[in-house]
């Protein structure tokens, strides 16, 4: 296996015009970025669309040599995530032109998404305690908080934050996740 | 941005613990710790795919949740929320003593008991099973419950009650204390029709 670019490397390349050293920070920041999407804006398409108007965003920077350390570069990534998320919550479709022209090259297939044994996971959630099995349930269902479990099951919110974490731990080993 | 090449992730000096990669994608990170979290998954594959599993398991437990098929203790909001979203809830309440005539049919996606009793005071409280003739074939030992409401609500696991043939099943409400001793809170008789075809025993 070869030796991975530095990001000053990329970003070197990149302000001298290198389509390789673009291509490269696409495959790598697309995945990540898309994460972020889908955490703060619970859509794979608006996840997508995000992914797409970011990095455009951050190559147009490294073009521009703003960005020559990893420090910046993620600082002005997670700065540019945060405002897009913004701008899609007020206007889905408002970048439209920009993706209709560059939007299909940037952005790198998602990755596969991992499998849970469906029937195991069920053995694994009968397994847990009576109050685990209800916070797990009223917490996954419609992704309540935990003030709003512990609301609707009369225990307290650092209760809830406590029998939740140890109820996913315990489902990590009995799904045998690292 | 640590990843190598090909896309396959190696090693994190520093990975984040998976209840913390849950709490970030339920959104229960304040936010500096979800800022600590959101600057290392933009530099680090290994916790990108840590958190991918961290979703995957967030989307199979709602789907479990969901399915109606699990014996746990519920809240009025969930019941509430559940009938909002068009789900059909077969609900039964009793109060101590009474004696509830039962079925379920093929469309109902949940079946509920709400069981009525002074919860006041209780500190452990066990939901117990038993048959008409006294034993018991099961517990849910130290459920949640809310004393203000004066209900527990237990979700019955649909698929099984769609299953079930006729039968009778006694449920007993318990405080237990800290000795072990038990004081009935509430005794609730359930005599279940089966509606839907099928074989008269298991």
Redesign the interface.
């Known amino acids: 296996m070869g030796v991975e670019p530095s990001e000053a490397d990329l970003a070197r390349r990149i302000a001298e015009g290198d389509g390789e050293a673009e291509a490269e920070v696409c495959r790598r920041m697309g995945p990540r970025i898309r994460i972020y999407g889908l955490r703060h804006l619970r859509s794979p398409s608006a996840a997508d669309d995000l992914v797409q108007q970011v990095l455009l965003t951050l190559i147009e920077a490294l073009r521009a040599g703003r960005l020559r350390d990893r420090d910046k570069l993620v600082r002005f990534a997670l700065g540019t995530c945060r405002m897009t998320v913004l701008d899609l919550r007020r206007t889905v479709r408002r970048q439209e032109r920009l993706l209709e022209e560059f939007g299909a090259d940037l952005v790198p297939p998602p990755p596969a998404e991992p499998a849970i044994d469906h029937e195991r996971l069920a053995d694994c959630v009968r397994a847990l305690k009576e109050r685990e099995r209800s916070v797990v349930v009223q917490t996954f269902y419609d992704e309540h908080s935990s003030a709003q479990v512990a609301r609707a099951l009369g225990i307290s919110e650092a209760n809830v934050r406590v029998i939740r974490h140890r109820a996913i731990r315990q489902l990590h080993a009995c799904l045998e996740v690292p | 941005?640590?990843?190598?090449?090909?896309?396959t992730p190696e090693r994190c000096a520093a990975p984040i613990d998976?209840?913390v990669l849950?709490?970030?994608?339920?959104?229960?990170l304040p936010a500096p710790d979800e800022?600590a979290v959101?600057?290392h998954?933009?530099?680090c594959?290994v916790c990108?795919?840590?958190?991918?599993?961290a979703?995957?398991?967030?989307?199979?437990?709602?789907?479990?949740?969901?399915s109606g098929?699990?014996?746990?203790?519920?809240?009025?909001?969930?019941v509430r929320?559940a009938v909002e979203s068009g789900q059909r809830v077969r609900e039964y309440a009793a109060m101590p003593g009474d004696v509830v005539q039962c079925t379920v049919s093929a469309d109902d996606d949940y079946l509920v008991a709400r069981l009525g009793a002074d919860l006041t005071g209780a500190t452990r409280v066990d939901l117990s099973f038993s048959t008409p003739q006294g034993a018991e074939i099961g517990r849910?030992?130290?459920?949640?419950?809310?004393?203000?409401?004066g209900t527990v609500l237990y979700q019955e696991s649909i698929a099984f009650a769609q299953a079930s043939p006729d039968n009778s099943m006694i449920m007993r409400l318990l405080t237990v204390d800290a000795d072990g001793g038990e004081r009935l809170l509430g005794e609730y008789a359930f005599h279940h029709t089966r509606t839907i075809p099928g074989p008269a025993g298991w």
Do not use: C
């Open positions: 941005m640590t990843a190598p090449a090909g896309g998976a209840v849950m709490d970030y994608w339920l959104g229960a800022e959101e600057v998954l933009l530099v594959d990108g795919d840590r958190l991918r599993q979703m995957a398991l967030a989307d199979s437990l709602r789907g479990l949740a969901r098929t699990l014996r746990v203790v519920v809240s009025d909001a969930f929320h849910l030992a130290d459920i949640p419950v809310n004393p203000d409401t």
